[in-house]
């Protein structure tokens, strides 16, 4: 069996499926991207297809090493994330080869079932504790959301009370039958990081997500000193290799690689495995579609490590669109009491509706990050 060709989509509301054929009639999906930078994965992904077109899509470890290593400027989030979806379709070809799941060929799944959470509350939380109901009817037992908005290294205490009083109105509304996850999305720097984790703890959070920025990770572990809330990152580290100094400094207790930026199934997998040495857990980062989900999944499946995992059906950025929509089986991801049934269909047990695919592809579609600033006009991190 032999690749033939490969093919991305830019699609609403900001996402680039990847498709790739065989000439054994085998396709595969896969979900490259990088949010906000959709096209230049795309070209990185036109890059690299040479290497992959006429070999063998089952020999995915040659093949990802082979796009690793014969670059000489390798990792980071664009050539991670372009290697993600070529690496999550090639597990889905081999799958479909042999007419199992992947977590079948990644030695079986430890669990019937993922935990799962949901976003509330937009880039500016608002009306969460309204928002915590719907998810509570809905069946939902763990929800996330942003912590606050845009702070300065040194903060004013308003912005500190307006963060106690969001999850504080929660533990009014539902008292303690949901968890909350607070991401800090890199926001916080380290002074106001602390004062944020005292003030949020008798409210006992799930974890604190990116307290501070990857670049910043060494001062994680000040952090964790000063709270016993669960420190959770990872989104925007791309390899084992960006993990490895995080495990080692014992600066998190929950890793979040996302399927679609840090080298997809094959590397993921391994960076659960390293995590699960350090007795560190496992909750993969997936505001993103369908793919990216399905393969999230997987992973979940034989990563004895994996608690939680984030979903996007309903996110504020899937207005207009949602993972459904390109899907022809949507009953795949059925969630019940804060579950959901790993995908039992073959590969990535997803089934692409390339259709709707073709119809809503348009390269000259762009989501953006959106461009934050501070009162004296310098640069907010978003």
């Known amino acids: 069996m032999k690749v033939t060709s490969m093919e991305c989509f830019i699609v609403p509301p900001r996402w680039c499926f990847l498709k790739v054929e065989t000439d054994e009639g085998i396709t595969g999906w896969g979900e490259p991207v990088v949010e906000g930078r959709a096209a230049t994965v795309k070209a990185a992904v036109e890059e690299l297809k040479e290497y992959v077109i006429g070999r063998d899509p089952r020999l995915i ?3 990802w090493n082979m796009l690793y290593r014969s670059g000489f400027y390798r990792g980071g989030p664009v050539h991670m994330s372009a290697l993600a979806g070529i690496d999550q379709a090639l ?23 993922m935990r799962v959470y949901s976003w509330i509350g937009g880039d500016r939380p608002d009306d969460v504790a309204e928002h ?37 109105a929660i533990r009014d509304a539902v008292g303690q039958d949901v968890e909350v996850g607070l991401d800090f999305h890199g926001r916080v720097h380290k002074p106001m990081a602390k004062v944020l984790a005292k003030a949020l703890e008798p409210y006992r959070p799930m974890f604190l997500e990116e307290p501070v920025l990857p670049e910043n990770n060494e001062a994680l572990a000040e952090i964790a000193r000063s709270t016993s809330i669960p420190i959770a990152t ?5 390899s084992r290799w960006d993990f490895k100094p995080l495990l080692e ?27 699960e040495a350090y007795d560190v857990a496992l909750a993969p980062h997936c505001p993103l579609g369908p793919v990216a989900l399905a393969s999230c999944l997987q992973v979940d499946a034989v990563s004895h490590n994996a608690f939680i995992q984030e979903q996007s059906f309903g996110i504020h950025y899937n207005v207009g669109n949602d993972l459904n929509d390109y899907l022809k089986d949507t009953s795949v991801f059925a969630f019940e009491d804060g579950f959901v049934h ?18 809503a592809a348009d390269d000259a579609f762009a989501w953006k990050n959106p461009v934050w600033r501070h009162a004296d006009g310098s640069i907010a991190e978003w």
């Open 61 to 63: 470890e040659d093949t």
């Open 249 to 275: 400094g014992g600066y998190a207790d929950i890793i979040q690689p996302d399927l679609s930026h840090a080298g997809g199934i094959t590397e993921c997998r391994k960076i659960a495995a390293m995590a």
């Open 342 to 359: 790993l995908p039992k269909g073959p590969g990535l047990g997803v089934e692409m509706d390339e259709d709707k695919i073709r119809r």
């Open 91 to 113: 597990w889905d070809i081999k799958g479909k080869f042999h007419g199992v799941p992947v977590y079948e060929l990644l030695g079986g799944a430890c669990r019937e079932k």
């Open 132 to 168: 915590v109901k719907q998810q509570l009817a809905q069946g939902f037992t763990a929800v996330k959301m942003n912590a606050t908005n845009e702070m300065q290294y040194i903060d004013s205490y308003k912005k500190v009370d307006e963060a106690v009083d969001r999850i504080a």
């Open 234 to 238: 990872g989104e925007r580290m791309y």
